[in-house]
């Protein structure tokens, strides 16, 4: 898992406030499709009204996808956007309450039907939230467990639900922390009670005990038992109701993953990085039977109805079925990707694995000695060494199922990217073995290489060029995501020419950060308008027309009259609407969030950083250091050229030789003549006693310079150090 960085700072630190970064998510191909492991599934029966059942997926990818499922197909009908960073859980509450947990360190609720609706968001835990776990009687409970051996207990009838003062109700006084806090009690009709502060809302019920992280947990029918696992090795169990100890069991000689608990609350199954299955009987507070099934980490479990068979994946690649009381077991399918989870299925059971796709197997669970009635079971040992053993000398079962009966493909996620010199485009492999080119500017594959070496292709692409670094880049999510931080995305330049903008002056410079911005809103801007001309009037009158920074607060003084925001997105910076990318950024008020750009409703103000909206709006960024580049130019030597100038010259990084080429030119003319040169550089015929403009070539240690490269570029390649930047020119010809 990938540690999400806090982006905001205390405020009461000396330190200068870090401001909050932006970040885009770019995607090439149909967003019906996970891009990433699949790390959570949930099955939801159909209805008599409805005839089809729903899967519910959660990946590392960021999003949750619905799909309904036919008899042959299945089809994506939503999906649930919001998350940072991976889903790591996800759980059905009745039919319409979907509850999801993130590395982004929090659990958000959503309406299972809606559009991709987040109804809520809960900020209770401080680091990765790992596992969810609910119950099947009792619909608005959920427990959550994440790193840190955090594990609360949720009632969501209350964590929804505005916290109204009862003045009633007699205040308890927290004075833990030196302030006089009230709290009040909160009760619902689930018959949990615990203790909200009324300025900051819901508080759930903590369950205090475990040391280390949580990477498990299960709930009976009823919502009253609560067991949880992690790297301590020990089943921790609990009542749900007040969040107290009620016992801990032992056994177990590595990270525990996986956690079942039957419909009575009596007995609990296990599953471990030891490779064993264990079956608790909570009721005699010990381990009854344990199940030397696989060869490495059981990460999934799934029982029958009955509790009567587990199926069981894991690190080995396996499926497996295991009759609880004869120990009998058997292969069903292997797979190519360690297995994540599992979940069952009218007809099947579905298995999700670290890689995109999803499959649905046959399962018999509603009978399932029809599988051993074909034959091929072994017995599970009961120590873990037996089944590895027996793999090592050759005994490996065959499996039952070769193909699964359906299969939600995924796309390939992007396992290696490089950032190319020219900081507008960055090549990527993905898992699959192929080679893309982007343009991140614009948020499009330029081109695609198929299978390709990809060390070979970035050597191919290699320029000599010199741009500042003014973003980032990361693959965590199986896509490219570009980071945007103030004030480094602003620091790099090109002159409209070299960018192909014919709408503007070929010197004028364009900033790359700030126009890549601007394309990336356009959308937003757009809606902001719609709303804006289509608000009605007020008292006769109508709303005015400027709309550049109506109801957004600046962070520095007003800008100046003549600044001009140049609100037109150039072609080399408009994002493709067909794949649009999602935003990802932090909000003071309701933290970090994402969304795709096309969705943007047009009233975020608040939620996008400052800065983002000073730059843009009003052309207004951090003042750049290092944009100009400091040269010596005197004529080469053994060149009868005079001497032009003393001294040392300042020009902007990105200046070509050839401007200072026609500097060279300017200044002998000057010399030569009082006559000046016209727009394109050329001499005005008859008025300068050269008849042709000198062929001149500018060198640095003894090499000739191309035209096309920069300042910045030949200081970086040959010229060495600033301070010792020495050029000299050559006249060629008159």
Known sequence: MHRVASAGNTSNSSRPRKEKRLTYVLNDADNTKHCAGVNCLSVLKHSEADNHNFLFTGSRDGTLKRWELGEEDATCSSTFESHVDWVNDAVLLG?????????????????SFSNGTCKRTLHQHTDYVTCLASSEKNSNIVASGGLGGEVFIWDLEAAVTPVIKNTET?????????????????????????????????????????????????????????????????????????????????????????????????????????????????GQQRCVHSYAVHTDSVWALATTPTFSHVYSGGRDLSLYLTDLSTRDSLLLCTKEHPIQQLALDDDGIWVATTDSSVDRWPSEHLNPEKLFQRG??????????????????????????????????????????????????????????????????????IEDYGHVSFEEKKEEL????????????????????????????????MYAADLSITQKAEDDKINLGRETLKGLLAPYFSKKKVRFVSQPSVNGEAPSKDISSKNIPLSRPEADANVQSDSRVYPPFQFSIASPPSIITESSQIGIWRKKITLLDGIE??????????????????????????????????????????GKLSAPRILRMHKVVNYVVEKMVLD???????????????????????????????????????????????????????????????
């Open 672 to 734: 030569k003549s009082s006559d000046t040169l016209i727009s394109d550089g050329a001499f005005a015929p008859g008025l300068k006693p050269w008849k042709l403009k000198p062929s001149i070539e500018i060198l640095c240690n003894n090499q000739v310079l191309a035209p096309e490269m920069s300042l910045a570029t030949e200081n970086e390649s040959i010229g060495g150090c600033y301070t010792k930047l020495n050029l000299g020119f050559c006249i060629l010809t008159f």
């Open 170 to 282: 007699p205040a308890v006084t927290d004075s833990s922390n030196g302030n006089s806090t009230s709290l009040h009690a909160v009760s619902s009709s689930n018959g949990i009670t615990s203790l909200t502060n009324t300025p900051q809302g819901y508080v759930p019920i903590s369950a205090k005990g475990h040391k280390e992280s949580v990477y498990a947990l299960a709930m009976n029918d009823t919502g009253t038992l609560l067991v949880s696992g992690g790297t301590e090795k020990v089943v921790r169990v609990w009542d749900s109701r007040s969040g107290s100890k009620m016992m801990k069991l032992r056994g177990h000689t590595d990270n525990i993953r996986a956690l079942l608990i039957d419909s009575t609350g009596r007995f609990c199954l296990s599953g471990s990085s030891d490779s064993m299955i264990r079956l608790w009987d909570l």
């Open 376 to 445: 091929g079971s072994f017995l599970a040992g009961n120590l873990s060494f037996s089944r590895a053993r027996a793999s090592l000398e050759g005994s490996t079962p065959v499996p039952v199922y070769k193909t699964p009966t359906l299969t939600i493909d995924g796309i390939p996620g992007i396992v290696q990217h490089e950032i190319l010199n020219n900081r507008r485009h960055v090549l990527t492999k993905d898992n699959g073995g192929s080679v893309k080119l982007w343009e991140i500017t614009k948020g499009v594959v």
């Open 605 to 646: 103000d608040d939620d996008f950083p400052r800065w983002v909206l000073d730059a843009v709006l009003l052309n207004r960024m951090p003042p750049r250091e290092h944009t100009k580049c400091s040269f010596y130019l005197h004529p080469f030597e053994g060149s009868a050229a005079q001497i032009l100038t003393q």
């Open 95 to 111: 039919k319409n309450t979907l509850v999801s947990c993130s590395s982004d360190t929090t659990v958000k609720i959503w309406d």
């Open 462 to 493: 290699f320029e000599m060029v010199s741009i500042p670094p003014w973003f980032t880049a990361d693959t965590r999510l199986g896509s490219l995501s570009i980071h945007l931080d103030t004030p480094q995305c602003f620091s790099a330049e």
